[in-house]
């Protein structure tokens, strides 16, 4: 899902993810574990976001 190369089970405490520039992602857990989340960016005057489409239920109930 969104690219990731891993199963979202395979990150664990202190697991360190580079996510490349422009690369699809979400922040968010699997509906039986917790998530945070800290991000670093270095801003620019050409950088902008975009947020994407919602995770669907039937998505994000089938995450490993």
């Not at 969104?2 to 857990?29: M, R, T």
């Not at 509906?31 to 239920?57: C, G, M, Q, Y």
């Amino acid at each position: 899902m969104f690219g990731l190369p891993k199963l979202f089970s395979d990150y664990v405490a202190g697991v360190v993810v580079n996510i490349p520039a422009d690369a699809k992602h979400w922040h968010g857990a699997a509906k039986d574990r917790w998530f945070a989340h800290i991000a670093f960016s270095i801003p620019a005057e050409w950088a902008t976001v975009e947020w994407l489409e919602p995770v669907t239920d039937d998505a994000y109930n089938a995450l490993e």
